[in-house]
């Protein structure tokens, strides 16, 4: 049994951020673009993580820096949340393309 390195965190973080650029850009409903943010977020944790556990002299920084991440998604995630909510009181669609007269 082979043991996991960094390289396999890595390849695994990479492809987390690439399916969360990837849902992004394709989805048109804005809770969908919420969870490919996130995937994004926890590709960065995986990252922060990883060189914690596997570089000197990188000890308790990524740990901190993931916490610190965890904390401003939830914030992220509840803020971009009522304004969907609100959004779609208004309007009653979650439909990104929709919200073009909210330009400033």
Same mark, same amino acid.
């Given at each position: 049994?082979? @043991?996991? /390195? =960094?390289?396999?965190? !890595?390849? !695994?973080? %990479?492809?987390?951020? &690439?399916? /969360? =650029? !990837?849902?992004? %850009?394709?989805?048109?409903? &804005?809770? /969908? $673009?919420?969870?490919?943010? @996130?995937?994004?977020?926890?590709?960065?944790? $995986?990252?922060?993580?990883?060189?914690? #556990?596997?570089?000197? /002299?990188? #000890?308790? @920084?990524?740990?901190?820096?993931?916490? !610190?991440? $965890?904390?401003?998604?939830? &914030? @992220? %995630?509840?803020?971009?949340? %009522? $304004?969907? =909510?609100?959004?779609?009181?208004?309007?009653?669609?979650?439909?990104? *393309?929709?919200?073009? *007269?909210?330009?400033?």
């Amino acid at each position: 049994m082979t @043991e996991l /390195g =960094l390289t396999h965190f !890595l390849i !695994l973080s %990479a492809f987390l951020f &690439a399916c /969360g =650029l !990837l849902c992004i %850009a394709t989805k048109r409903n &804005a809770v /969908g $673009i919420l969870m490919g943010v @996130e995937l994004v977020l926890n590709a960065a944790n $995986i990252n922060f993580v990883a060189f914690t #556990r596997y570089l000197p /002299g990188f #000890r308790i @920084e990524g740990q901190v820096f993931a916490v !610190l991440v $965890i904390v401003l998604a939830a &914030a @992220e %995630a509840a803020v971009a949340l %009522a $304004i969907i =909510l609100n959004f779609y009181n208004n309007r009653g669609t979650v439909d990104v *393309d929709q919200a073009n *007269d909210l330009k400033g």
